[in-house]
């Protein structure tokens, strides 16, 4: 029979509890950065198809682009290969059975987000 005295039970953690780990974050994040890359290339695929499309229609699109939001946009794209990148490698070191441990995890979460962090600012010095 079901347990009618509910009052007693813990209740399932809450936000304000709820204190999350660097190794959710960092797979929530490689999750959003996977999903963000989407909205990046159809804002290339519509400039593109623009271009083959006509004079007027490709203006509009290249001031979409090339205006303070489409910067904004590919700046957070360029940091969100490269998370997703150095993300990818981390899984792939975790594949081999290797810094399972909580502390490495913690170690390869931040080399993921400063290195992501750093060869963003690289490649918008070298272009």
Not at 62 to 71: I, K, L, Q, R
Not at 83 to 93: D, N, Q, S, T, V
Not at 103 to 126: F, M, N, P, Q
């Amino acid at each position: 029979m079901a347990d009618v005295n509910q009052g007693e039970r813990p209740l399932s953690p809450h936000l304000q509890v709820y204190r999350p780990q660097l190794t959710s974050i960092t797979s929530i994040l490689t999750r959003i950065t996977g999903n963000a890359l989407i909205v990046a290339a159809l804002l290339v695929v519509w400039w593109l198809l623009a271009a083959a499309t006509g004079p007027e229609y490709f203006a509009t699109a290249n001031a979409v682009v090339t205006s303070w939001f489409g910067d904004l946009v590919f700046t957070l794209s360029l940091w969100a290969v490269w998370y997703h990148y150095l993300a990818g490698l981390r899984h792939l070191y975790f594949d081999a059975g290797k810094g399972l441990e909580i502390e490495a995890a913690e170690k390869l979460g931040i080399a993921c987000i400063a290195g992501s962090v750093v060869l963003t600012v690289i490649t918008l010095i070298i272009i």
